[in-house]
């Protein structure tokens, strides 16, 4: 119990010398955890609209390949829905879950790919952007 008290002020001591306070480091996480969202959904977009370049961009910077947005689509879906072939392809050869990972209504990149082709691309344009 000592050691875990000690430890603990060593650490505001610590940030104190550093002139960080745990009000600023909680700021600096939610910015980056608002910056990965962001990214997050630019992959999904760009993935909608098969931009290709813009997927590798995103990838190279380390955006997680299988980011959910708030309905629980990947981009490997909205890529799929949208018949962006090139973008599946992309997705799929740098890892990202084809079967397994599904959205609010339950279907899967798979399914979405069967759907996409028997829907029009303006019907439900909101999704994946």
């Known amino acids: 119990m000592r050691r875990r008290v000690q430890a603990a002020n060593d650490s505001v001591v610590?940030?104190?010398?550093r002139g960080e306070s745990e009000d600023d480091q909680r700021r600096d996480r939610s910015t980056s955890e608002r910056s990965a969202e962001l990214k997050g959904l630019r992959l999904l977009r760009c993935a909608h609209e098969g931009d290709v370049s813009g997927i590798k961009e995103l990838l190279s910077k380390g955006v997680d390949i299988n980011f959910q947005d708030t309905f629980f689509w990947t981009a490997?879906?909205?890529?799929?829905?949208?018949?962006?072939?090139?973008a599946v392809r992309l997705?799929?050869?740098?890892g990202a879950a084809w079967?397994?990972?599904v959205y609010t209504q339950g279907r899967d990149a798979k399914d979405l790919a069967q759907e996409g082709i028997t829907v029009s691309s303006n019907t439900d344009s909101y999704i994946c952007v």
């Open 14 to 17: 610590q940030r104190g010398i």
């Open 76 to 86: 490997l879906m909205c890529a799929s829905w949208s018949g962006q072939r090139t």
């Open 91 to 94: 997705l799929l050869d740098h």
């Open 99 to 101: 079967v397994g990972v």
